[in-house]
């Protein structure tokens, strides 16, 4: 079924992503990684979609596609606020949550 | 004994050039990608890859025309030429299936040559005009997908291939327009192109959703094909099966779109400032080609307006409106400009209302001929103006300052702009006359008067400015930039000369073509000079040659008569149950006389022109000099027309300033008053409440519950503080592993 290989890759992106946010330090690259996440779950949607024969998968991802941008946005402003504080954007400096 | 019409469609010729007619689009857009990435590190800066793929596609929309001919030799006299189709499956949805694909009848082909043949002498030209720029291989590759973008529109067998060309033109063209960007001018001038062609593309959205929804069920029963395909909504329109409103308000949504693109009155006003961009995008974009994106939108999809506007059926209707007034509106502007180029700009959008009155007024061949002959005389008037600022008056466009008297020094120019600007006016045998006069000529030979009219009023401004733009260039004496001699100036500046090779060859090439391309289609030498007409025009006789889905007998074409014209949009008889593509329009017998009246026009505007700027310009007569300053009458006139008709104004100060004015203030107030009002009272009512609450609820209950629960709390925060260290790929971590934790329980729960 051609519907295994979509779920395969999109399982190997989802791992490439979460490999990114977990082990890079780059917020950047860890929101790029986040992305990558984003996408491995439209690609199953999609591929669920054109198994069923319906839309609906499809659309969803449509949304996913739109709010990813927005996430983005946001994202890349705060990186941005954080560089012009710190001059880094290096997320190990970011530890004021410590307990 | 007929024939049968499936017969007669497999007897027509094809051939290699016509079947790929779309790589004709395909190798620009190839080119575009390999500029954008390899351009810079390429010895001629990418320009060698714009000008070869140009000019490949030139050499196959030549073999496309010239299959094209033989395939309509091909055929009978009577016969309807059927396109040449060719679809692939674009994408598949739901059931849904989306093709992509060529149709090229004669509009296609003649389109077609013209755009590959102006981007190629453009791309040439430019190799020049921008030696040095500093973003020379960025402007080499927007032309050449604005070319790619242009071809697939005009090949498009869909409406939404041709909505993306359509879409790809207006990125390019912001993107020429703003070239210089660090001018603040030219990035505003881009934007107002973009935003104002925007309002009409919605249009264009608009309008193919009402034409997919309305048509598809019938086009697909009939014809097997989507309701996006142009032939299908062709034919879907001249059924006869379409509601007249659905049909009326979808032509009306469509011809925004072309009021838009092709700069036709209200929405003109982006074209003359785009000419801030550099002049052979100016020539490219905004004369000869992107322009007349919206006359050959409405020429495709003509049965959509001739149903929908009721062309021909009444005495005058939204297109020939719009048309005849961009015509005379625009042609004033062109009087009071000083910068050549807005002469230009002006003149362009006056030549497209003529198109636009010529399809309005059935004249469908008329207009399409204009778009031809157009292209090459607008083409070679803007590169002119490009070769004057380029090597005579110091990058300045402005006539009155910097130019004049420049007829001795750029002999060429001078040749090739009074071959243009004759052409333009329409003086016998130049190819504006063949073309301009046909339009004028149908619009009265159908039955609108009022715009034969118009369109010759047009035809005497058109002269005249034209001569007046002429008289200031190069008559007179040299002023400005242009004086400068030689030896006055240190290393850098130049007196005026002949600018090289590489700008001098598109011109005459361009010329040539501006006194030649007219008897393409010279009607007042007769039948057998009318070779555009015969090849161009798609015939309509009514044809089965789509198979029917429901396999339905093939149709036999009814006798043509000429005496049966007019009985039906399709010419003859209706026909059963047969389709037909085009409707079938006459042409207007050519008369001396009327071309003679024309042409008397056409010279005094020039004579009265010529000896005004005469004694304005040069003698500086007492009479004619700040005249508009004395005179009250012409005073208002002059405002009028220098302000451009207050038509910016209304757009930025009335329109965006109420919106960003009264109604922001009006929203504000509102805000202020009635919603904090009501808030306010809400709170008065809420705050006596919650003073009870806090001394009989608050205090006693629930603080007692929530010390001994922050107690508990703090203990158990204290517990888990090491968690906590801040890092944020931790948190990642802890949240994938407790995601893989909990899908695992999900699994084994499930299993």
Redesign the interface.
């Known amino acids: 079924m051609l519907v295994n290989q979509f779920l395969f890759l999109a399982a190997v992106i989802f791992c490439i992503g979460v490999y990114g946010v977990v082990a890079r330090r780059n917020a950047v690259l860890v929101l790029m990684s986040i992305e990558l996440i984003l996408n491995s779950v439209n690609l199953n949607l999609i591929a669920f979609s054109l198994r069923n024969g319906s839309v609906d998968g499809q659309t969803f991802a449509l949304y996913v596609i739109a709010i990813a941008a927005a996430e983005v946005g946001v994202g890349l402003g705060l990186v941005l606020l954080v560089y012009r504080n710190r001059r880094s954007i290096s997320l190990d400096d970011l530890s004021e949550m410590k307990g | 004994m007929p024939i049968a019409a499936a017969e007669v469609a497999q007897s027509l010729s094809t051939g290699w050039f016509l079947d790929h007619a779309w790589l004709v689009p395909l190798i620009p857009a190839i080119a575009f990608a390999l500029i954008i990435l390899f351009g810079k590190r390429l010895p001629m800066k990418g320009s060698e890859v714009g000008i070869i793929s140009m000019a490949a596609s030139l050499v196959i929309s030549i073999g496309a025309a010239y299959q094209w001919i033989q395939r309509v030799h091909s055929g009978g006299k009577d016969t309807f030429i059927e396109p040449v189709v060719h679809t692939w499956s674009w994408w598949q949805?739901?059931?849904h299936s989306f093709t992509i694909g060529q149709s090229v009848d004669g509009l296609s082909v003649i389109v077609l040559l013209v755009v590959a043949f102006i981007s190629t002498l453009v791309q040439i030209y430019s190799v020049e005009y921008l030696r040095g720029d500093r973003r020379y291989t960025h402007f080499f590759a927007a032309l050449t997908l604005f070319s790619a973008g242009m071809l697939a529109m005009v090949v498009a067998e869909d409406m939404l291939f041709l909505l993306l060309g359509w879409e790809i033109m207006g990125l390019c063209s912001f993107i020429l327009i703003g070239h210089w960007w660090e001018e603040d001018t030219n990035s505003r001038a881009a934007l107002k192109a973009f935003l104002t062609v925007r309002i009409g593309d919605v249009g264009l959205l608009v309008g193919i959703a009402i034409l997919y929804f309305s048509a598809n069920e019938w086009t697909t029963k009939n014809l097997g094909v989507s309701g996006f395909s142009i032939r299908g909504i062709s034919a879907w329109a001249l059924s006869g099966e379409p509601n007249s409103t659905v049909i009326f308000l979808a032509a009306i949504a469509l011809f925004v779109a072309a009021i838009g693109k092709s700069g036709q009155f209200p929405l003109h006003t982006w074209l003359p400032d785009a000419m801030a961009g550099p002049t052979p995008v100016s020539s490219l974009l905004h004369s000869s080609t992107m322009v007349v994106a919206g006359v050959f939108l409405v020429a495709r999809l003509y049965p959509v307006f001739f149903t929908g506007f009721d062309i021909l059926g009444t005495g005058s209707n939204f297109i020939t409106v719009i048309g005849g007034i961009t015509i005379v509106i625009a042609a004033a502007l062109a009087f009071v400009q000083n910068d050549i180029k807005r002469v230009l700009a002006y003149s362009t959008v006056s030549q497209l209302g003529y198109m636009m009155l010529g399809l309005g007024a059935g004249a469908w061949m008329p207009a399409v001929f204009h778009i031809f002959t157009h292209a090459f005389f607008k083409a070679c008037l803007f590169l002119c103006a490009g070769s004057i600022s380029h090597s005579a008056s110091h990058h300045s466009f402005d006539m009155k300052r910097d130019m004049g008297g420049l007829r001795k020094y750029m002999p060429i120019t001078f040749a090739t702009w009074i071959i243009s600007t004759l052409a333009l006016s329409g003086v016998f045998p130049f190819s504006g006359f063949f073309s301009k006069d046909e339009i004028i000529d149908n619009v009265g030979h159908n039955g609108y008067n009022t715009f034969m009219v118009i369109g010759l009023i047009g035809a005497f401004m058109t002269a005249a400015y034209m001569t007046r733009a002429t008289y200031l260039t190069f008559f007179g004496s040299p002023r400005g930039n242009s004086a400068v001699a030689h030896s006055e100036h240190d290393a850098g500046a130049h007196s005026p000369h002949e600018s090289n090779w590489l700008i001098t060859v598109p011109l005459i090439l361009l010329a040539v073509l501006a006194l030649g391309s007219g008897f393409l289609n010279a009607t007042p030498f007769g039948e057998k000079w009318e070779r555009l007409n015969e090849w161009v025009d798609p015939r309509p006789v009514e044809s089965a040659s789509l198979e029917s889905v429901e396999g339905a007998a093939p149709i036999v074409p009814a006798a043509s008569t000429e005496e049966a014209h007019g009985e039906s949009v399709c010419g003859t008889a209706t026909p059963e149950n047969g389709v037909c593509f085009a409707p079938q329009l006459q042409h207007a017998p050519f008369k001396w006389s009327k071309a003679g009246l024309s042409l008397a026009i056409v010279l005094a505007g020039i004579l009265l022109s010529w000896s005004a700027s005469a004694a304005l310009y040069t003698r500086k007569d007492r009479r004619l000099v700040g005249l508009t300053q004395r005179n009250p009458v012409l005073r208002v006139g002059y405002n009028v027309l220098a302000n451009k008709y207050y038509l910016d104004a209304l757009y930025e100060n009335v329109i965006v300033r109420s919106i960003a004015g009264p109604i922001a203030k009006g929203a504000y107030w509102f805000n202020q008053k009635v919603l904090d009002g009501v808030l306010h009272s809400f709170v008065f009512a809420s705050r006596g409440v919650a003073n009870w609450v806090y001394r009989n609820i608050d205090q006693k209950v629930v603080d007692g519950a929530v010390n001994s629960t922050g107690n508990v709390t703090r203990s158990a925060?204290g517990a888990?503080?090491?968690?906590?260290?801040?890092?944020?790929?931790q948190y990642?971590?802890l949240l994938?592993s407790a995601a893989a934790v909990a899908a695992l329980v999900l699994v084994i729960v499930n299993t």
């Open positions: 949805s739901a059931g925060g888990l503080q090491p968690v906590q260290s801040g890092k944020v790929s990642g971590a994938f």
